[in-house]
């Protein structure tokens, strides 16, 4: 079965810091995709990154960067110089190819970040 | 172009009672699922709908049914409602042609309260 793990319940920083979030998930399977999802109080979840499991260099994209690891099976999320608007819940999703196709995400508890002037 | 819509945004039932709930995809998406998130939790998949049929379905009981229309859209019903059903609920939609790399589009959700 999948399982994703989000140890950080919450965290809190100062604008401008650096925060970076922990994603360790579980899976049998070969092919898999990660995901992370940022869930602002109006409760759309709105899709940050994806990374395959075939490709484990790590990007920057803006403020955002990701750490992925496969013999770690972790799947870190950095965002550079936080800002106020970063404050959400930000989830870890993992992708199963469903029987007869289409996907469906399994995801972490979450780890809700405030950011602080 | 319009995202995921959902409707109603809230709404408050009883225990007992039935509820139906509504998704309008993401222009150019063919498949709707539904996924349940209780307070403090994160999102769990209640079933996906392709092509008119359920797809896929989460370890929800047969109290949670679904359907999509030939426009894609899609409806959530449960049924005998529980105090334990409240929660946010959350429609997603995915063109097809995509599927395998699971990104999915979400909406604002539905977020109900049962008393």
């Known amino acids: 079965a999948q399982k994703v793990t989000q140890a950080q319940t919450e965290i809190s920083v100062v604008e401008k810091e650096d925060v970076t979030l922990d994603c360790v998930y579980e899976t049998r399977d070969t092919t898999y995709y990660l995901f992370w999802y940022k869930q602002p109080p109006s409760g759309e979840l709105v899709f940050l990154i994806r990374?395959?499991?075939?490709?484990?260099q790590n990007e920057i994209s803006g403020r955002y960067s990701w750490n992925f690891q496969k013999s770690t099976s972790s799947f870190n999320f950095t965002i550079t110089a936080s800002q106020v608007v970063d404050s959400a819940v930000y989830f870890c999703?993992?992708?199963?190819?469903?029987?007869?196709?289409?996907?469906?995400?399994?995801f972490g508890t979450g780890t809700q970040l405030k950011v602080e002037l | 172009d319009a995202g995921v819509t959902q409707s109603p945004t809230h709404l408050i039932k009883t225990r007992g009672q039935q509820v139906t709930l509504r998704c309008s995809p993401k222009s150019g998406h063919d498949t709707v699922s539904w996924y349940q998130q209780a307070l403090g939790q994160g999102p769990q998949f209640i079933f996906q709908?392709?092509?008119?049929?359920?797809?896929q379905r989460g370890n929800f009981p047969d109290r949670f049914s679904g359907h999509q229309f030939p426009n894609y859209s899609s409806e959530l019903n449960v049924n005998a409602l529980l105090l334990g059903d409240s929660a946010l609920y959350l429609c997603?939609?995915?063109?097809?042609?995509?599927?395998?790399?699971?990104?999915?589009?979400f909406g604002e959700g539905s977020r109900l309260t049962v008393l």
């Open positions: 990374r395959n499991s075939f490709d484990e």
């Open positions: 997603a939609s995915s063109p097809s042609q995509v599927r395998n790399t699971g990104e999915l589009f």
């Open positions: 709908y392709y092509e008119e049929e359920e797809r």
């Open positions: 999703a993992l992708s199963e190819i469903l029987t007869g196709g289409g996907n469906k995400l399994t």
